[in-house]
C-alpha cells in the first residue's frame, strides 16, 4: 500500500476511533445526569444518536466494565468508575489546596471543600486553621446535606424536586437543636442561598460551630468550598468580609480545572 494510502488509512481510522471516545463519555455522562440508569432509547432521544450505534458503544462499555446491563435491559454504571471517581476526587482535592490555604491566610479560620457523592456530602481536601480552637472535619468524612453549609451550596441549584427526593431516600435527623429538620425548611434555605450566593451553617451540624459556604461554579462535578470556624469568630459581621473572598477563590479554582481539563 503506498504511504499516502496508509496515512489516509490511519488517519481516517484515528478520527473514528476519537469520535467513538467522544461518543462514550457523552454516554456516560448523559447516564449520570439521568440518575445512573437508563435505557438505550432514553439514550437515543437525548443524544441524537441512532440505536446501532449507541448499543455497539454500550457492549464496548459493558465489556470494559464501565457499563453493567440490568436484568430488565436497562444500563447502570458499572463499578470500575468507582476507581476512576475516588481517584479523580482525591485530585481535585489535591488542585484545590492552594486555593484553601488562601482562605485560611486571609480569614484565619478552616477552609475545606466538598463534594456531593450519591446523596452524601463528602469532605475531599483541607487547610486547618492555625488556631488552637478550630472545627475538625477530617478529608473522607461523609455528612447529610441537610446539616451543612456546603450541603446546602452544593443542592442550591438542583431542582425541588430532586431535592425532596434525596430528603425522603436520607431522612433529616437533628445534629443539634437547630438542625433543619424539614423539606420546607430547607428548601427556603436553598432559596436564600440561591439569592446570595453563599449558605450558612449556623450551629446546624455542632453547636458552636458557624460555617460559611460557596458552589464552584462550572466544576466537573457539583464541589462547594467553606470557611468554618467557632461562631464567636465566624460572626455576622466576619461574613461580610469571608463571603467575597469565598467567592472570588471559587472562581479562581473554577478557572484552574477549566484549564487543567482543556490541556
Known amino acids: ?96 489546596r492552594p486555593y484553601l490555604t488562601r482562605l485560611v491566610e486571609e480569614t484565619g479560620e478552616t477552609a475545606n471543600m466538598a463534594l456531593l457523592d450519591g446523596d452524601e456530602v463528602v469532605y475531599v481536601a483541607q487547610v486547618p486553621s492555625r488556631h488552637s480552637m478550630r472545627m475538625f472535619t477530617e478529608v473522607g468524612r461523609r455528612v447529610l446535606p441537610h446539616a451543612t453549609g456546603v450541603g446546602k451550596a452544593l443542592l442550591a441549584h438542583a431542582s425541588d424536586d430532586a431535592v425532596r427526593a434525596l430528603l425522603a431516600r436520607t431522612g433529616m435527623p437533628a445534629a443539634t437543636e437547630l438542625t433543619l429538620t424539614t423539606p420546607e425548611g430547607f428548601l427556603a434555605a436553598l432559596e436564600t442561598v440561591r439569592t446570595t450566593g453563599y449558605a450558612v451553617d449556623d450551629n446546624e451540624q455542632e453547636i458552636g460551630v458557624r460555617c460559611l459556604a460557596v458552589p464552584v461554579p462550572d466544576a466537573p462535578t457539583a464541589a462547594a468550598i467553606s470557611v468554618s470556624g467557632p461562631a464567636g469568630r465566624v460572626t455576622e459581621a466576619a461574613t461580610d468580609t469571608i463571603v467575597p473572598l469565598l467567592k472570588e477563590v471559587a472562581r479562581d479554582l473554577s478557572q484552574a480545572l477549566a484549564t487543567a481539563g482543556s490541556r
Open 1 to 96: 500500500m503506498p504511504s499516502s494510502a496508509r496515512s489516509k488509512t490511519a488517519s481516517s481510522t484515528s478520527s473514528g476511533g476519537v469520535q467513538s471516545l467522544e461518543r462514550a463519555f457523552d454516554l456516560l455522562e448523559r447516564m449520570a445526569d439521568a440518575g445512573g440508569e437508563v435505557g438505550l432509547s432514553e439514550l437515543s432521544a437525548s443524544s441524537g444518536l441512532p440505536l446501532p450505534t449507541i448499543h455497539r458503544l454500550m457492549r464496548t462499555l459493558v465489556a470494559s466494565g464501565y457499563v453493567r446491563q440490568q436484568p430488565n435491559r436497562r444500563y447502570s454504571l458499572g463499578p470500575r468508575l468507582i476507581r476512576l471517581g475516588e481517584s479523580a476526587s482525591r485530585l481535585l482535592g489535591t488542585w484545590a
